[in-house]
């Protein structure tokens, strides 16, 4: 099956330094892939959409020169939290839309996330 | 813009038993596809059960089974002969039919799984 490797599976960063995240898809090719965040027990609140070759959709409210979104291939997205701050500690996961041509027919997997902690 | 509402923050069910998860939707979509993920403590999201709109047959994947009610936009998720590691988070997403579409997912409901 489709699988998105997600790295690292946790970070701790000082505050004002940077963070990359890495979502890799293993045995397909992701045209779009879905940034998430998660705070404890809520929700997945989208962050931005990417789409290979272009610039990411960010969602209203997220801040794009804080979270730098690339997708600069078929098989990476990476997702950099720029000057990271106590409040940016959260869980990050990506998703990658399987469309029709993986014959995922619109289905998505997801990375096993990251959680940051901004100390 | 579409909403999901999952309206029980928790639910309890007894091991072997039957329990019935709710989610509503909004939207102005005739078609669409409606999902329902777990999240156990790993917090690796896992596709339970998926559905598309244009089907009127109720999907179902062994012990798991929806009840769609397209016209009253209801999507609820049963869960037969419940087993400890059912014990997860479960939501509910909607997605229209566009490639890139996005998911939309409810505030989700916290399933505990008692002997």
């Known amino acids: ?119 | 813009a579409q909403t999901v509402t999952q309206s029980q923050p928790e639910m309890s069910v007894q091991e072997a038993e039957t329990v019935t998860l709710s989610c509503t939707y909004d939207t102005s979509e005739s078609d669409y596809y409606l999902f329902w993920y777990k999240q156990p403590p790993s917090r690796q999201m896992i596709l339970v059960i998926r559905q598309e709109a244009y089907k009127q047959q109720n999907a179902t994947e062994n012990r798991f089974s929806v009840n769609f009610q397209k016209a009253a936009k209801s999507f609820s998720l049963k869960i037969s002969d419940s087993q400890l590691g059912d014990a997860a988070m479960y939501f509910c997403a909607y997605r229209g039919t566009g490639t890139a579409s996005k998911l939309t997912f409810g505030t989700g409901t916290r399933l505990q799984v008692t002997l």
């Open chain 1, 1 to 119: 099956g489709a699988v998105v490797s997600q790295h690292p599976s946790w970070v701790i960063c000082k505050s004002g330094t940077s963070v990359k995240i890495e979502c890799r898809s293993l045995d397909f090719q992701a045209t779009t892939m879905f940034w998430y965040r998660q705070f404890p027990k809520q929700s997945l609140m989208l962050m931005a959409t990417s789409n290979e070759g272009s610039k990411a959709t960010y969602e209203q409210g997220v801040e794009k020169d804080k979270f730098l979104i690339n997708h600069a291939s078929l098989t990476l997205s990476t997702l950099t939290v720029t000057s990271a701050h106590p409040e940016d500690s959260s869980f990050y996961i990506c998703s990658a839309s399987l469309g029709t041509g993986q014959g995922g027919n619109y289905g998505y997997t997801f990375g096993s996330g990251t959680r940051l902690t901004v100390v």
